[in-house]
C-alpha cells in the first residue's frame, strides 16, 4: 500500500471456501480486494458520513460492483434509491409474477437453484435464509453463521422466497439477525462446538416440519464457522467490540480470524488475548488508508468464564 490514499470501504468479501478479503472501492471506481490475513489495515475516519456502495452488474456486459454514478450520501442501508431500482433486487424482493417478467440484469440469477438453510450464531440466536446454489456457502460465511442445516432444495430464488416467508412465520424463525449482534454474542462466554451443533439440529428440525407437505426436505450440515470459533475460544475475548461507531478516529485492523462481519484481531498492546471487531458501521464509510497509524482499540480484558 502507499502511505496515504482513499477509499469507500465496502465490508468484508468472501468465497465459497472461506477466503476473505477487505474490499474497497476507490476514487476512480474501481474495486480493489484486500486479503484478509496478512493484511495491516491501519486507517482513520475523518466524519460519520455514509456514501452508496453503487450496485452489481450480473449481466455478460457489466459484471461485479459498479460506483454510484452520483456518490450519493445514505442515511440507511447501503445503496441510495436509484442503486437499488438499477441493480434490480428491489423488485424482486416484492415480485409476484413469473420469472420472465423480472429485470433482465437479475432474471438469469434468479432462475438458478436454490437452497433454504437454517443457521446458527449462537446464545439462542437462529435464523431462516435463502441461498443460489452458485454461492451457498459463501453467503453463510458473508452471513457470519457458525453452523448450519440445510432444510430443503428450490427451483428458483422466487419459490425459495416464499418458502422462507412460510418458515418464519409457522416456525417463528426471523429473517435476518444484526451484525452487531452477531459479534455481541461472541464476546459472552462461549459453550461447546457440540452445543451449537445440537442447537442447529433442534432449530432446523423445527423449522422443516413446518414446511408445506409437497417439499422434499432434506438435512445437510455446514460447520464452517468450526475453525474461527476454536481460535476465539482458545485464544480469549473482550466485553465490548469495536464497532466504529465514532465519527471520526484512527484505526489498526490487523486480523488473525474472521467470520461474516465479526474480525479477530491481534491486540497491539501485547496481550495473547484477540480484539473482536465489528465492521457493519464502516461499511458505506470512507477511510484513508495510511500505514504509518498505530492507534487500535484497547477494551478492557475480560475472564473466559
Not at 491501519?42 to 454510484?68: E, I, K, P, Q
Not at 445437510?220 to 471520526?248: C, K, N, Q, V
Request: charged share 25%.
Amino acid at each position: 500500500m502507499s502511505s496515504t490514499r482513499a477509499a469507500l470501504y465496502c465490508g468484508t468479501r468472501w468465497d465459497e471456501q472461506g477466503r476473505w478479503s477487505y474490499e474497497l472501492l476507490r476514487a476512480d471506481g474501481t474495486t480493489e480486494l484486500l486479503p484478509g490475513i496478512g493484511t495491516r489495515l491501519a486507517f482513520r475516519v475523518r466524519d460519520g458520513s455514509r456514501f452508496c456502495l453503487g450496485y452489481h452488474g450480473f449481466g455478460a456486459a457489466r459484471r461485479g460492483r459498479l460506483a454510484c454514478p452520483r456518490r450519493a450520501r445514505v442515511d440507511s442501508g447501503k445503496q441510495c434509491a436509484q442503486c437499488r431500482i438499477t441493480e434490480g433486487w428491489s423488485v424482486v424482493h416484492s415480485h409476484r409474477g413469473p420469472l420472465t417478467t423480472l429485470p433482465e440484469q437479475v432474471r438469469d440469477y434468479v432462475a438458478q437453484p436454490h437452497h433454504l438453510y437454517v443457521a446458527y450464531f449462537g446464545d439462542g440466536m437462529a435464523k431462516v435464509g435463502t441461498a443460489s446454489a452458485a454461492r451457498r456457502h459463501r453467503r453463510l460465511f458473508e452471513q457470519g453463521a457458525l453452523v448450519a442445516r440445510f432444510i430443503t432444495d428450490s427451483p428458483d430464488g422466487l419459490h425459495v422466497r416464499e418458502l422462507e416467508r412460510v418458515v418464519s412465520e409457522r416456525a417463528g424463525l426471523r429473517q435476518a439477525v444484526a451484525g452487531v449482534t452477531k459479534t455481541r454474542i461472541l464476546t459472552k462466554p462461549l459453550r461447546p462446538w457440540s452445543a451449537l451443533e445440537s442447537a442447529v439440529a433442534d432449530a432446523a428440525e423445527h423449522a422443516a416440519s413446518t414446511l408445506p407437505a409437497e417439499i422434499t426436505r432434506t438435512d445437510t450440515a455446514w460447520s464452517g464457522g468450526r475453525e474461527f470459533y476454536a481460535t476465539i475460544l482458545a485464544r480469549g475475548r473482550f466485553p465490548d467490540a469495536t464497532e466504529f461507531t465514532a465519527d471520526s478516529g484512527e484505526y489498526v485492523i490487523d486480523a488473525v480470524t474472521a467470520h461474516g462481519h465479526t474480525i479477530a484481531c491481534v491486540d497491539e498492546a501485547g496481550a495473547g488475548e484477540l480484539v473482536l471487531v465489528n465492521d457493519s458501521r464502516l461499511i458505506g464509510r470512507r477511510i484513508e488508508l495510511d500505514a504509518a497509524i498505530t492507534a487500535a482499540s484497547r477494551p478492557a480484558q475480560t475472564s473466559l468464564f
